[in-house]
């Protein structure tokens, strides 16, 4: 059962809540798929670390079969090639892989080798697979990284994969959740936490993934996200209080789930909620 | 020789733009003849890559000098390949650094700034 | 004209909050928000006026004639995003195509072609005294330093006589927050006193560092967390960085923000400390000479 957890707006509790998940849960997987500031890792703080690079395709040119007709410079959207004094100029950050200018040189001037864009660490933390995504700075796109990422949890015979999404609702979050069977949804009683809501809201209903919100730092008073979520019949499967003891561990990032009872407790039965709730999606509606 | 400018709008009299890859238009003007011509920037609407592009259209269009306030280090390394030089403006206005340009007091731009990576579709 | 920029790296460290009360402080006449795959800002900018809105076009998208398509798969084969796929004959996925051109280039019999693609809006609003500029990217669009790039444009173009700007960024390292960083006079970099927000920041302060530009500090909800504020502390003096302040963590902050008003509209703990972190960064902004 692949769970995706994602908020819309950062620091909700995603990281909170896929952490704690996981944790809760025997023999499950951790993926962090928010591979330009990945934090999973700093709260597992993972053991046997095996390291794989992530890389991406990019042209090299070999000059002695260029002869400058420059159709390459004219086909790339990206504008990765230039051509100037004779010669041809790459600009591996800027390229997309797309592969289409070593396809159209007439004269095979062209070929392709691997950029190394960032990696994957795969370690242990007590009984729990840790994987997390480091996309390098100054790169474009993370996406080959989530790829590989999630490449890795079709062969694994696991009960619960935990994937921590990154924020917001660009098409790197998009290709985070493609794979999941339930998203849950991390939601902060703000006016601008609500209005991020709403866009990952929509998002999951485009892919029609069955979904649920947990309320974080649930606060007294009006919640402008739990009324969000009754105006529209979305269930609400958790409601963690904000607290201070919790705000605490987790800013020295401490697993409160293994640290203290009362969250192992919260923790467990949200994954018990999670479980059922996928259960029920799978049941054939009449 | 040929030297360039980007330029706010098609006229004399108009600011030089802050942005290099993203300005609307050159101005090209020749030394010799004293011509100006207005070109445009196709590099305006990519979403990236904007200075490389911005970069090549001065290299096909056989300029000399760029004159600009600000370079990213790609559209500089074309610019550097094919050997134009690269000042930096002095004013907004067109007409007085094309007169610096031409006294040979405006400075080279030694401060290239790293790339944006402003492009999207990923 | 000059202007500040407003970073974290994280996200939820507070950018927008901060960002909101320095507008109002300074009564800037120019602000952007540029997070555009989550603006936020236009929530407590209260403008009663329609803004001015304009399509935003990003690469374009792949397009399939039917009627041409001779199933030939040569298209799929070569997609190197995986965005066509077999249904009801050969489809693209518009959200996994990335406007390469490579499936035009290669179909024998011309069915596939690359379609403009509006891939959000950007949103101007202005009256005789202000502008404020945003835009919103549509959902699954890439993430587009284009659009960025455009809103400040806009921002530019629109506040002709105006002193200060200030602008409001998106979390992360990539794209959007490089787009940001162009021709800005300083980035104020909001910290958050967590293991997960100290790493960000780092992350965040290395890539500011490539521009060059001035960068500042300040410590958010710093009392949830004293020992991670040293270390802050520590971290910004070791690399020169200028420390502006440290903003107490304030449920006042809060509700001041769900009703809609800036924290220095109430009278509150963080909007005190965010007066004087405000202070502090207009004093070094205009300390600095003039680069252009």
Known sequence: ?286 | MKIAIPVDEKDLGTNVCVSFGRAPYFLIYETETEESTFIDNSALTNPGGAGIKAAQIMVDNQVSALLTPRCGENASKVLQSAGIKIFKTTSASVKENIDASKDGTLPLLEDIHAGFHGHGGD | MKQLLILSGKGGTGKTTIASAFIKLSRVRAYADCDVDAPNLHLIARWNAAPKVTDYYGLPKAVIDCERCIACDQCRESCRFDAIFVEDGYEVDPFACEGCGVCEYICPVGAMTMEPDVAGELMLYSDAENVFSTAKLKMGSGTSGLLVTEVKKEMKAAATDVELAIIDGSPGIGCPVIASLSGVDMVLIVAEPSVSGISDMERIINTAERFRTKIVVCINKYDTNIEHTESIEEFCKERGLPLLGRIPFDSDAVKAINNGQSIVEIDCASGRAVRAVYEKAMKSLFAQKNTL
């Open chain 1, 1 to 286: 059962m692949r769970i995706a957890v994602l908020s819309g707006k950062g620091g909700t509790g995603k990281t909170l809540v896929s952490v704690n998940l996981a944790a809760a849960a025997q023999d499950a997987v951790y993926i962090d798929c928010d591979v330009e500031e990945p934090n999973g890792h700093l709260f597992f703080k993972p053991q046997h670390v095996q390291e794989e690079e992530i890389t991406s395709k990019v042209p090299v040119v070999d000059d002695t079969y260029c002869n400058g007709c420059r159709k390459c410079v004219d086909f790339c959207r990206f504008n990765a090639l230039a051509y100037t004094n004779d010669r041809l100029i790459v600009f591996d950050e800027i390229c997309h892989s797309c592969g289409g200018c070593v396809m159209l040189c007439p004269e095979k001037a062209l070929t392709e080798q691997d950029k190394v864009i960032g990696k994957v660490q795969r370690g242990m933390s007590g009984s729990l697979k840790i994987h997390t995504g480091i996309l390098n700075t100054g790169e474009a796109s993370g996406v080959p990284i989530i790829k590989n990422l999630l490449a890795g949890i079709k062969d694994i015979p696991h009960s619960t994969v935990v994937i921590d999404c990154p924020p917001g609702s660009a098409c790197i979050v998009m290709e985070s959740i493609r794979d999941a069977d339930y998203c849950l949804l991390v939601a902060e009683p703000t006016l601008f936490g609500v209005h991020n809501l709403a866009m990952v809201y929509d998002l999951v209903k485009l892919f029609d993934k069955p979904f649920g919100v947990v309320l974080n730092k649930c606060l007294e008073g009006e919640n402008p996200a739990e009324v969000f979520c009754l105006d529209r019949d979305i269930k609400i499967l958790s409601r963690i209080p904000f607290s201070n003891d919790l705000g605490l561990l987790t800013s020295n990032a401490e697993i409160a789930v293994r640290k203290d009872e009362k969250y192992k407790e919260v923790f467990s039965s949200l994954l018990d909620v999670v479980i059922k709730e996928v259960h029920c999606e799978a049941t054939p509606h009449p």
